[in-house]
């Protein structure tokens, strides 16, 4: 079972953070009743329905006031009178600067959002309550009331809004690169200091060449074992205490530029969205900690209120600017097939996992290069299966069987005759909208791509993160390698499943009993990886050795200290 309370709640602290308009289900609180106080569950049902509706409607409403406010004071007002929605909206974007646009995007974002969380938890709860109360169908009286109230009804409309805004907003290219497609990082992380002398210069040189020549070595060990395949730079090839003279600062591109060259083939990211829908790289909610002047405003500013222009100007501490997804992942693609990130959704972000799986619709070729993507936030995951599922229906590598013409649910109950007809009709999931130009592409490339992989599939695989201390956000699922059973609930819904769990590092995971259940959970068709705290939890050779060719762990997180393994001078 997935914890969709904690899924609010942390949506409540990130993706919808600061929307005044939002007013977000009680979800936990309603659920209580069931167990509680079932008599006062349905009073308490149509309070938290009346409360969403009157949020959308009045988010809805200061929104189109915004619009045609600007317009009737900019536009021709022969063209405002009796505007359509979308003129409405081409009107705005010519009337007003960018920055006042993509703000009106990023709103109405969050209030459509907002609305598809609050109508999913009602329906949960419903059934929820069915489920365990067995005493008549809630289902036949309040499900009618939810489905055929504007916050349910209003949903199609301001999806479509949401698209049409987004795409007329597209001056840049629309998978979120710079206008000629490749990065502008500076390719070198040399620190912006003054050198004292010509001497200096070349002993910090040697001292970065000296680190690369090590992880070569450290490469050439594994020749033939087959480990290279387990083995995850976490953040790439980076300076753990974010020190830049030997090595790249942690998420950069040349981080995992140089990764890949010497022959690591897996790579851990984290991604954040910008305010402009760009997806970078970052650990973060800020660039506080890698900032290389902190008190430059924007180094405290969260990435999401930032456009990805004034991430360009935010310099690091190795010189460099956080680099796009996008561009890190052409990278890879250049560099090697063999060169794959293994992407992460910090709990909350939920708009960037949609605007990770548009980016992978539109770029099915970069797929290849994506090994796996995971979050804390088990609800997120189901999402994005749900989404990237036409990848796999177009190329026809569909883990499961697929008829020609399937009657199915999207995850917030939109009946679909087929995949293709929601894609046309824009009614997938959250935030994801495709013209007829993408679809096209779409069917191209895939066909392309198809091709060359030979029918295997393109999805990257999905994952759920589990901590084994004490949860620190509400959305994250607690498990002990004593007990795994829990596993297999959390991955599993009825329209599909996740293919695995990343578990934190337990020191008694090394003993007899703790390989055995990493392996058992294995061979249940279920993919294991493991990370781990840097400083806290070993992180050598034999540690990583013995989870994957012992525990049958597929991935293992590392942060490649020098010390990884005894004879890697």
């Avoid at 949960?124 to 349910?152: A, F, I, M, N, Q």
């Avoid at 040399?190 to 050198?195: A, D, N, S, Y």
């Avoid at 450290?218 to 290279?228: A, E, P, Q, W």
């Amino acid at each position: 079972m997935v914890k969709f309370g904690g899924h609010i709640e942390a949506l409540s602290h990130g993706d919808l953070h600061g929307l005044e308009q939002a007013s977000l289900v009680p979800y936990n609180k309603i659920k209580g009743l069931i167990f509680e106080n079932p008599q006062a569950f349905e009073e308490e049902w149509g309070n938290a329905l009346d409360s969403a509706n009157d949020a959308f409607r009045r988010g809805r409403h200061y929104l189109w006031t915004t619009v045609f406010d600007k317009i009737s004071d900019f536009a021709d007002l022969t063209e405002v009178r009796g505007s359509h929605p979308g003129n409405a909206l081409q009107q705005y974007v010519e009337s007003v600067p960018p920055s006042l646009a993509q703000e009106l995007l990023s709103k109405m974002r969050q209030t459509l959002q907002a609305s598809q969380t609050n109508s999913e938890a009602l329906r949960k709860l419903v059934k929820k309550y069915d489920k365990h109360r067995g005493e008549g169908l809630l289902s036949r009286t309040l499900l009618p009331e939810l489905y055929t109230s504007s916050l349910y009804a209003g949903q199609h409309m301001m999806h479509n809004s949401v698209a049409l805004l987004r795409d007329l907003l597209q001056g840049e290219t629309p998978d979120g690169s710079l206008d000629g497609g490749g990065s502008q990082e500076d390719d070198t992380f040399t620190p912006l200091i003054r050198l004292n002398s010509e001497a200096q210069h070349e002993k910090m040189a040697e001292a970065k060449m000296g680190e690369i020549q090590w992880l070569k070595r450290l490469v050439h060990s594994f020749k033939d074992s087959g480990l290279l395949n387990h083995l995850v730079a976490h953040r790439g090839f980076h300076h753990i205490q974010d020190k830049n003279d030997k090595r790249p600062i942690e998420n950069s591109l040349s981080a995992y530029e140089i990764a890949w060259t010497s022959g690591i083939r897996l790579c851990e990211c984290d991604i954040a969205m910008t305010k402009d829908e760009k997806l970078v790289l970052a650990h973060d909610e800020n660039f506080l900690r890698l900032a290389l002047d902190a008190a430059d405003p924007s180094s405290s500013m969260d990435i999401g209120d930032l456009t990805f222009r004034e991430l360009i100007g935010l310099n690091l501490k190795s010189g460099s600017r956080p680099p796009l997804l996008i561009d890190v992942l052409r990278s890879a693609s250049a560099i090697s097939p063999e060169a794959k990130l293994i992407i992460e959704i910090k709990p909350g972000n939920e708009s960037a996992a949609s605007a990770l799986g548009r980016m992978l619709i539109r770029h099915p070729d970069l797929c290849p290069n994506v090994a796996m993507i995971m979050s804390f936030d088990a609800v997120t995951m189901h999402r994005l299966r749900s989404e990237l599922a036409v990848i796999d229906q177009m190329t026809g590598c569909s883990p499961t069987p697929t008829h020609s013409r399937v009657n199915s649910f999207d995850h917030f109950g939109v009946l679909t005759m087929n995949r293709m007809e929601a894609l046309e009709s824009s009614m997938g999931p959250i935030g994801l909208s495709l013209s007829t130009e993408d679809l096209e592409n779409l069917q191209d490339t895939t066909r392309h791509v198809k091709q060359a992989t030979k029918h295997e599939r393109l999805v990257p695989r999905l994952m759920l993160l589990t901590v084994a201390d004490p949860p620190l956000r509400p959305c994250e699922h607690r498990v002990s390698v004593d007990d795994l059973s829990s596993v297999e609930g959390w991955l599993h819904r009825p329209d599909g499943a996740l293919d695995g769990v990343y578990l934190q590092y337990e020191k008694k995971m090394l003993s007899p009993e703790g390989i055995e259940s990493l392996r058992a959970l294995s061979n249940k068709d279920c993919l294991v990886g493991v990370w781990a705290y840097s400083g806290k939890d070993p992180d050598d050779f034999s540690t990583f050795e013995r989870l994957v060719n012992e525990g049958n762990c597929t991935y293992v997180n590392t942060d490649l200290p020098s010390h990884f393994r005894k004879g890697i001078e």
